[in-house]
Nanobody, 126 residues
Framework: QVQLVESGGGLVQPGGSLRLSCVAS????????IAWFRQAPGKEREKVSC????????YYADSVKGRFTISRNNAKNSVYLQMNRLKSADTATYYC???????????????????WGQGTQVTVSS
């Protein structure tokens, strides 16, 4: 069964950090572009970050650039999102998504990704 499972969400104070994990089962991530999306209540799903399969080149939304870091460990079939200096505006459900291919630049929005996890909640609040 092809599956992505996210973990690592939770409640954190503003300025704090969290590390999200996305583990794949039923397929290998080696040839997949992986992205993290987030969706807050009443808002559209937003692409936060992406990492390519060919060279691990990355993309970050302007809203998280300099605070979030995406990485992958193909040996563990996993992708991570390190989130630092969290803000209340980062509160959302975070999803990882996989698309078969090589470079993030060839992937736009949510429709380009065929496999999704169930999401993990991140709440930033004092």
């Amino acid at each position: 069964q092809v599956q992505l499972v996210e973990s690592g969400g939770g409640l954190v104070q503003p300025g704090g950090s969290l590390r999200l994990s996305c583990v794949a089962s039923g397929f290998t991530l080696d040839y997949y572009v992986i992205a993290w999306f987030r969706q807050a209540p009443g808002k559209e799903r937003e692409k936060v970050s992406c990492i390519s399969s060919a060279d691990s080149s990355t993309y970050y939304a302007d809203s998280v650039k300099g605070r979030f870091t995406i990485s992958r460990n193909n040996a563990k079939n996993s992708v991570y999102l390190q989130m630092n200096r969290l803000k209340s505006a980062d509160t959302a459900t975070y999803y990882c998504a996989a698309g078969l291919g090589y470079y993030c630049k060839n992937y736009g929005g949510a429709r380009d990704f065929g496999t999704w996890g169930q999401g993990t909640q991140v709440t930033v609040s004092s």
